[in-house]
């Protein structure tokens, strides 16, 4: 049994991703589908390149599809239980890279349904007010606001509902409990949940009256909702999503994932300077004991946790990393300043980002999708056909 749990509504322990890829039946990201998409895209996003996103559903199919003139929107999310942290923003951040590169829309979904449901204490009206003070961040990252579409479920719920019938009609109750490891016990929200997850995935179809290529950056833990999707919605004569998986940023203590429940261990985008350089003073390291021992033996990037920040964040350029790896294991670059080096790379990232989140709150309706009956009541022909 492997010692580490990956659901959608769980992940602990030190994740096995190669084992992953096994377990949910993705596909490695190698070299060769790199180099395809690199003839569209010209640069690698480093990633890519160095394995941050890791696996993918259909992503070459959907490369092929937009060379030969059928382009795709991306869709992701976020369910809205608490701030957000570094972690949170791997999938979105890659979301607006691809936004760029390809001119595409993003469609980006706040699940408070989801999380009111899954978690015991929190009310819906918290999550409702995460939602939004969560999409200050996606905001900020500067997403095109004539491309991109946000929207709460509950606020959404007409077109979402309408939709999601369509696709809960075609899933048991037993491939939920299958699937998502659900039981007697769960409440009936929960069960019912997966297919408001799916219907941002068709959604474009159903408004644009056609079939429109879906393309979904997310985490791995994610991949178990649009493994249904993929089932469902050819049924109801729509393209499978295609999935592009990033793994976890890892918290700033040993192993795991960054996680909003354990504070101390997780930087958050409203962490002030002094903050974010406590936690990272805080870190594990693979450095030595003492600064004697670490100039005699050198450190181990390969366990610690700032090294993986740099490497999967902060340090993108591949030369500068390099460096930072080789003189480290030299024994040359101690702890305390690869640390000082990460915090004033965190801390210029997040003093921009704080600053676009208080400007998003002025632009905050140029990317809300709101319920609308133009959206509601569209019904077009493959909708008539679905029962
Ligand atoms: N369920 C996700 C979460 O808890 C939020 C989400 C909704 C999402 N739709 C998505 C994430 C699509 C990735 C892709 O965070």
């Known amino acids: 049994m492997p010692d580490f749990i990956v659901t959608p509504w769980e992940v602990s322990g030190e994740v096995d991703y190669d084992l992953l890829i096994k377990e949910f039946g993705i596909e490695p990201i190698d070299e060769k589908l790199l180099f395809y998409f690199k003839e569209i895209t010209n640069e690698i996003h480093p990633f890519l390149r160095r394995k941050v996103f890791f696996a993918h559903r259909d992503f070459q199919w959907i490369i092929e599809e937009y060379k030969k003139g059928n382009p795709f929107y991306l869709y992701t ?106 039981d007697n016990s769960s409440n009936i929200g929960q069960i019912f949940y997966t297919s408001i997850q799916t219907v941002p995935a068709m959604l474009k179809s159903m408004i644009e009256g056609k079939n ?100 999967m964040l902060f340090t993108l350029d591949d030369n500068e990393l390099r460096s930072i790896q080789s003189k480290c294991i030299g024994g040359e670059l101690l702890c305390g300043e690869c640390k000082k080096d990460l915090i004033q790379k965190i801390n210029k990232f997040l003093n921009e980002h704080q600053k676009q989140r208080e400007k998003a709150k002025d632009i905050f309706e140029d990317y809300l999708l709101k319920e609308k009956v133009d959206l509601k009541y569209l019904i077009n022909e493959k909708n008539k056909e679905t029962h």
């Open 77 to 182: 999310g976020r369910g809205p239980s608490g701030n957000v942290h570094l972690g949170h923003l791997l999938p979105w951040i890659f979301s607006k890279w691809l936004q760029e590169k390809f001119n595409v829309e993003l469609w980006f979904q706040l699940t408070d349904d989801e999380k009111f449901l899954f978690n015991q204490s929190i009310s819906l009206e918290e999550t409702h007010k995460y939602a939004y003070d969560n999409a200050l961040d996606v905001i900020a990252l500067g997403f095109n606001p004539k491309k991109t579409y946000i929207f709460s479920d509950i606020d959404l719920a007409g077109t979402l509902y309408r939709n999601a019938l369509k696709i809960a009609k075609k899933i048991t109750f037993s491939t939920v409990k299958a699937t998502f490891g659900l």
């Open 212 to 311: 429109v290529p879906c393309l979904i950056p997310l985490a791995v833990d994610q991949d178990p909702h649009f493994r249904l999707s993929r089932d469902v919605l050819p049924k109801l004569g729509f393209y499978k999503p295609a999935l592009i998986e990033c793994v976890f940023l890892p918290n700033l203590q040993q192993g795991g994932k960054m996680s909003a429940s354990v504070e101390d261990t997780a930087i958050f985008t409203k962490d002030k300077p002094d903050t974010v350089k406590k936690k990272v003073n805080n870190a594990f390291t693979g450095g030595q004991a003492n600064a004697k021992l670490q100039r005699e033996l050198g450190g181990n990037p390969s366990v610690c946790s700032v090294y993986k920040y740099h490497f």
